[in-house]
């Protein structure tokens, strides 16, 4: 079993869509990362979390300690958002990442 | 501040043959991790390095290996290459103890 799990696998969605993407982990953490990768393979990483709940533009993640749960959000979905979406996270010994497979997601004009 | 830098960006190899790949971090970050990504796996951790000395590693075979010189710079070598080991391979930095990793673009090796 994988130590991070994300869903969807794929994800289409109509521009304009609001779209959500989910994790869970069942490590114990310091930090979840969210990354996004675009195809060619560069990685940048989207978000940084610990607790509660961050924006950036479009999007937001959000964080459950408890429930070892993160979700992903994009508001207004663009095509220009179509990526890989991957959510890692950072072990609480602060030693290793884990990632999760990755989401895909293709936004249709 | 310059990127992370990988080293070359496409090769091609015959099975059995060995590779290296390079990682320059960004200046000031000690620590390098490399990770391999395949189609159905997703990133993969091979090892970390920090100050000269591997840190972590990762669950391959050792075939796979890496170093860090005293410029904090990385390679891995991959020895009697096999067709599965056609991936990207990615090397990330950051300060120790950070949570935050710097990718670089990526090595694509092809094993034909």
């Known amino acids: 079993k994988n130590e991070v799990e994300q869903s969807p696998q794929n994800l289409t969605a109509q521009e304009g869509e609001f779209i959500t993407i989910n994790c869970s982990y069942s490590?114990?953490?310091?930090?979840l990362h969210w990354l996004q990768q675009h195809p060619g393979g560069g990685i940048v990483s989207l978000f940084m979390?610990?607790?509660g709940k961050k924006k950036h533009g479009r999007l937001i993640a959000t964080i459950n300690i408890q429930e070892k749960h993160s979700s992903l959000h994009i508001t207004a979905s663009h095509p220009r958002d179509s990526a890989v979406y991957i959510c890692?996270?950072?072990?609480?010994?602060?030693?290793?990442?884990?990632f999760g497979t990755g989401t895909s997601l293709t936004v249709i004009p | 501040k310059a990127g992370v830098t990988q080293t070359p960006r496409y090769l091609i190899k015959t099975r059995g043959q060995q590779v290296t790949l390079s990682c320059s971090p960004i200046?000031?970050?000690?620590?390098v991790s490399w990770y391999q990504q395949t189609p159905g796996q997703g990133l993969q951790f091979l090892f970390e390095y920090f100050s000269e000395t591997q840190r972590n590693k990762g669950n391959f075979p050792g075939r796979f290996s890496g170093r860090q010189f005293s410029n904090s710079r990385s390679e891995m070598n991959v020895s009697t290459l096999e067709l599965g080991d056609s991936a990207l391979y990615l090397c990330a930095s950051r300060v120790l103890g950070g949570s935050e990793q710097y990718f670089g673009p990526g090595t694509r090796l092809t094993v034909t």
């Open positions: 890692a996270v950072l072990g609480n010994t602060g030693n290793q990442f884990y």
């Open positions: 490590v114990g953490i310091s930090a």
């Open positions: 979390l610990s607790s």
């Open positions: 200046s000031g970050h000690r620590s």
